[in-house]
């Protein structure tokens, strides 16, 4: 028995069979599905609509997928899913580097797109469920019933991803958990030696915290365990 889906998707991608084809999947799945062929365009669709999920293709006319991730990513937080070429690993860093949550390569999978979305997507409806709860570190403050953080008495602002990862660390603060661990619990996957998505979300929570990458002090790597959610400043 498949599970019941929902929420609203942005699909951008030049190939327009492609996307009708991602479209119509996501739609007899239970999806509202809007679609686009243009960088430029996605931008104003994705800040005035606020889809639940973006996916989100490379190349693109008119602005490229990486430019249009980095451009919404300060004023968008839902889950943006990139489709890049195959094997084209400098491209998927770049992408999560940029705020991308996960990617995959093309050619898609109907099936395996589908199940990431889901994912993702069930991941914000977990989090959103949780009972209330606010965790103090110092200056940092990770509220997780209002999905907000603060730093030494100012907001920052995270995507859900980070946000997540952010709360894993700051549950089991003082205590190591190991990039294995982390994998599994965001991705609900096991983690390759090839994947670097953990690696790039916790430097993009570094810096967004104001944390050093030389001599953090709130995101802290145990060498061999893990990383640790430190007492911070």
Known sequence: MSEPSSGSILVVDDDTRLCAMISDYLSTHGY?????????VAIELILNTKPDL????LMLPGTDGL???REVRSK????ILMLTALDDTVEEITGLETGADDYLTKPVSPRLLLARVRLQLRNTDNSSQEDSESIQLG????D???RLVMCDGKSVKLTTTEFDLLWILASNAGTPISRES??????RLELTPEDR???????RVRKKLGDSSADPQFVKTIRGQGYQLGKGR
Do not use: P, W
């Open 67 to 69: 430019s249009v991730c």
């Open 139 to 142: 200056s940092l403050v990770v």
């Open 144 to 146: 997780r019933a209002n």
């Open 197 to 203: 998505r953990i690696d790039l979300i916790i430097s």
């Open 182 to 187: 982390l994998h599994e619990k965001m991705f």
């Open 32 to 40: 509202d599905v809007q679609t686009c062929h243009r960088g430029d």
């Open 54 to 57: 973006v996916v989100l293709d």
């Open 76 to 79: 968008y937080s839902g889950k």
